[in-house]
């Protein structure tokens, strides 16, 4: 894997904007920054999970990430641009496409292909290049047989793929995805991290994903533990989910196979750290 660092997230801090109040309601106290003195760096190639409970400050990050918001102080750099200089904002939100919660605010036109084509058409690709480009979005996420549908038929999963494939096209390096599962049911959700793991594996696309749900990070080569705007922890899989106490202390939902490789240590399983789904812990018991 090559090592060039994609987005370097240096000592960053940011509050939202307080919004204006009503003349004569009383001086509220001042607003609490959303990120603290923030720096994270993700490698071109990475796959990382970004875990945090609700409020610790994600989205923020995952939008500071592609020039969506930018810095009160420090500063960010995609592939060495800074976010903060506006002749390179557009060349950074190609660079890192997002994908957000619903789907169905991210799509735009009334049939799968040509919503998969509109980020290029309106930058004035050649009809050929477009048709090239929108069949291998499409295969990649394996929504090419329902391309001539309208987005409306499609599953939430499908429609999540097609938001996808339309950042896809426009070949980017790095795709974030701030919470893109949360509306799908659990075995779409596990599909989609799935796809996650294969884009990242063939294409060698550097995978963010923004998350509250464990299950989620198994996949992840990475995880990053955000707390009150800061990253409280930062290591492999097997690393962070080796301290279950200090995961619940921060409010986050331990999943199952997690709750089981505990207490089968607890029991007397010498299980490697690495156990962190049910088919690997089923595997450690055979060999143990
Ligand atoms: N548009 C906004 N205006 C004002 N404050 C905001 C805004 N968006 C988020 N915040 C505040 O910034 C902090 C961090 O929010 P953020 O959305 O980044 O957290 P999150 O980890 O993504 O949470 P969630 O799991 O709920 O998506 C919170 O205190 C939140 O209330
Ligand atoms: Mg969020």
């Known amino acids: 894997m090559s090592t060039s660092l994609l987005i370097d997230v240096q000592d960053v801090t940011y509050t939202y904007p307080v919004q204006p109040r009503k003349v004569g309601r009383e001086q509220e106290s001042p607003p609490v920054p959303a990120l603290r003195d923030i720096s994270v760096r993700i490698q071109q190639g990475e796959y990382v999970v970004i875990l945090g409970h609700n409020g610790s400050g994600k989205s923020t990050l995952a939008r500071q990430c592609n020039a969506l918001l930018l810095p009160d102080e ?32 991210q799509l735009i036109a009334t049939v799968v292909e040509d919503d998969v084509a509109w980020g290029l058409t309106v930058r004035g690709y050649a009809a050929s290049e477009i048709r090239t480009r929108v069949d291998s979005a499409l295969e990649a996420v394996g929504i090419a047989h329902l391309r001539q549908l309208p987005p409306h038929q499609l599953s939430g999963g499908q429609r999540q793929r097609l938001a996808i494939a339309g950042i896809l096209a426009l070949q980017p390096s790095c795709i974030i995805a701030d919470e893109a599962t949360s509306m799908l049911d659990p075995f779409s959700r596990q599909e989609m991290a799935r796809l996650f793991a294969t884009l990242h594996r063939e294409l060698g696309l550097t995978i963010v994903q923004v998350t509250h749900l464990l299950e989620e990070a198994v996949y992840a080569e990475r995880i990053v533990v955000m707390e009150q705007g800061r990253v409280l922890d930062d290591g492999t899989p097997a690393q962070i989910f080796g301290d279950l106490e200090r995961l619940r202390a921060l409010k986050l939902i331990i999943p199952d196979p997690l709750r089981l490789v505990a207490r089968l240590r607890r029991a007397g399983f010498d299980l490697a750290p690495g156990a962190v789904s049910n088919e690997e812990i089923a595997r450690e018991i055979a060999h143990a």
């Open 74 to 105: 420090g500063r960010v750099l995609v592939a060495g641009m800074d976010t903060r200089d506006p002749s390179c904002q557009r060349t950074i939100r190609e660079r890192v496409g997002m994908i957000f919660q619903n789907p169905d605010n």
